[in-house]
């Protein structure tokens, strides 16, 4: 499912706003290897929380400090580079996977706050992000990623979709006890769903992508949980560290690959203020 910008920004003539220089896009072009390295990052995120809560021993708030610590440090990097790289991206995005559902659990377990009021509080701070992103940008596509505002409005979104994403999952999950293997065919269908209203129906691009982003989540976590818990518990027994360990390994094979062939990236050369085509 690819996005298209819907607008040239905020600055008509320039894209950015007046004395930014813009740089080269800092996010990678959607493709297919987009959307199955996401998914293998949000299977991470749920099953690498859980390895990390279980053996570090360190408890979520512990754990949470620690990965939002490690995310501090690579979104730094991640934001003093000038163009896509996407080893530095690939890591944020498993980090924040990791982080958001922290977020999260933390909510649920710790203080108590149900799904249902988690699921509205991040959805509207979602909401809330996308309101300012597109009234200081007027465009929430992610072809335009390329201003140090737009950069920070889309990781902060992204964390939120990963957080709302958790709730949301675990919501559907609680109230419908539908199992680890059917939710993730829920959350496939519904995914399927979006791509049909957007390459038949004509939906809004941007619109599918947010939504497909937000619905890759619980999909990731499903298939993470079907393949981690055990049997009994209606899942495969290969536990969090199997799970954990062979899901990396495929993102870093995949990285390495986009990292060398450049599949992801949309040429177009570093450009200084100046016209910019619609």
Not at 13 to 25: C, F, I, M, S, V
Not at 96 to 107: A, E, K, P, W, Y
Not at 191 to 208: C, P, Q, S, T
């Amino acid at each position: 499912m690819t996005e298209t910008s819907e607008t040239s920004g905020a600055y008509p003539h320039t894209g950015a706003a007046p004395g930014h220089r813009l740089r080269w896009n800092k996010v990678p072009e959607v493709t297919a290897y987009f959307w199955i390295i996401k998914v293998l990052c949000t299977t991470v995120g749920e099953t690498a929380a859980d390895l990390l809560n279980e053996k570090l021993g360190m408890g979520l708030t512990g754990v949470s400090l620690l990965m939002s610590a490690l995310l501090a440090v690579v979104l730094v990097v991640q934001f003093r580079t000038r163009a896509y790289h996407p080893g530095v991206y690939w890591l944020a995005v498993a980090l924040i996977s990791v982080v958001g559902t922290l977020i999260s659990d933390n909510l649920t377990d710790n203080l108590g706050v149900p799904l249902t009021t988690s699921t509205a509080v991040f959805s509207v701070a979602l909401a809330i992000v996308f309101a300012v992103w597109y009234r200081r940008e007027r465009t929430l596509s992610i072809h335009s990623i390329d201003t140090v505002s737009r950069e920070a409005y889309y990781w902060l979104a992204v964390l939120f979709t990963f957080a709302l994403g958790t709730a949301a999952g675990d919501l559907v999950a609680e109230r419908m006890a539908l199992g680890y293997w059917v939710s993730a065919v829920l959350f496939g269908l519904a995914i399927a769903a979006v791509a049909v209203a957007r390459f038949a129906l004509g939906l809004n691009a941007v619109l599918a992508f947010w939504i497909a982003y937000i619905l890759t989540r619980p999909l990731g976590a499903s298939i993470g949980d079907y393949l981690s818990q055990p049997t009994g518990d209606g899942g495969l027994g290969f536990g969090t560290v199997v799970t954990s360990v062979l899901f990396l390994a495929v993102i870093l094979a995949l990285v390495v690959y986009l990292a060398t062939t450049r599949k992801d990236v949309v040429a177009e050369p570093e450009r200084a203020l100046g016209p910019r085509e619609g």
